[in-house]
Antibody, heavy 118, light 110 residues
Framework: EVQLVESGGGLVKPGGSLRLSCAASGITLASSSINWVRQAPGKGLEWVAYISGGFIYYADSVKGRFTVYRDNTKDSIYLAMTSLRVEDTAVYYC?????????????WGQGTLVTVSS | QSALTQPASVSGSPGQSITFSCTGTSSDVGAYNYVSWYQQHPGKAPKLMIS???NRPSGVSNRFSGSKSGNTASLTISGLQADDEADYYC??????????FGTGTTVTVL
């Protein structure tokens, strides 16, 4: 059974930084295409970032502030968030893009809550 | 990248069929057959229901089906059941190699 687990969420002040982690069981993240998707309280889903092999893409709303990278020695994916804003408050999910077609997300973690507030 | 447009809410009685839309542009929904649909119950992670416009993953009921015409995709739920009550989001791969989600539709079973 495939499971994704996010960690690292918490309360941070505006302008601060935070690093989220995504770990997995049942799959190897080093060979997976992984996305970060967020959901602000009471709002819809918003795609944030994607990493696959040497390809990395970001949503315009986080470009220049967020960095997604992998550590193959730990088989983990990270989302480093800097210059955080109140509007970055959300549950952050890591989701695998299907190994058959990267056009959809077949496995999701349970999410980790990031709260940006003074 | 603007969110895809979905109706805010749709309702139906048990056993009925409902269909709701997901409208994008020629840069996302209209560009490829790469529309997917996700179901989300309160406090839970999204669950893939439909991939690549009309493919059902293993384990998803055949009461769920998808279609697309031009820049608009649709999800149909037939034989509506109480457990279908949830939020539904469409998503599309885009010509910028990014993804975009829809605004979300809340399905209510009357």
């Amino acid at each position: 059974e495939v499971q994704l687990v996010e960690s690292g969420g918490g309360l941070v002040k505006p302008g601060g930084s935070l690093r989220l982690s995504c770990a997995a069981s049942g799959i190897t993240l080093a060979s997976s295409s992984i996305n970060w998707v967020r959901q602000a309280p009471g709002k819809g889903l918003e795609w944030v970032a994607y990493i696959s092999g040497g390809f990395i893409y970001y949503a315009d709303s986080v470009k220049g502030r967020f960095t997604v990278y992998r550590d193959n020695t730990k088989d983990s994916i990270y989302l480093a968030m800097t210059s955080l804003r109140v509007e970055d408050t959300a549950v952050y999910y890591c989701a695998r893009a299907s190994s058959v077609s990267v056009n959809y997300f077949d496995y999701w973690g349970q999410g980790t809550l990031v709260t940006v507030s003074s | 990248q603007s969110a895809l447009t979905q109706p805010a809410s749709v309702s139906g009685s048990p056993g009925q069929s409902i269909t709701f839309s997901c409208t994008g542009t020629s840069s996302d929904v209209g560009a490829y057959n790469y529309v997917s649909w996700y179901q989300q119950h309160p406090g839970k992670a999204p669950k893939l229901m439909i991939s690549d416009v009309n493919n059902r993953p293993s384990g998803v009921s055949n009461r769920f089906s998808g279609s697309k015409s031009g820049n608009t995709a649709s999800l149909t739920i037939s034989g509506l059941q109480a457990d279908d009550e949830a939020d539904y989001y469409c998503s599309s791969y885009t010509t910028r190699s990014t993804y975009v989600f829809g605004t979300g539709t809340t399905v209510t079973v009357l």
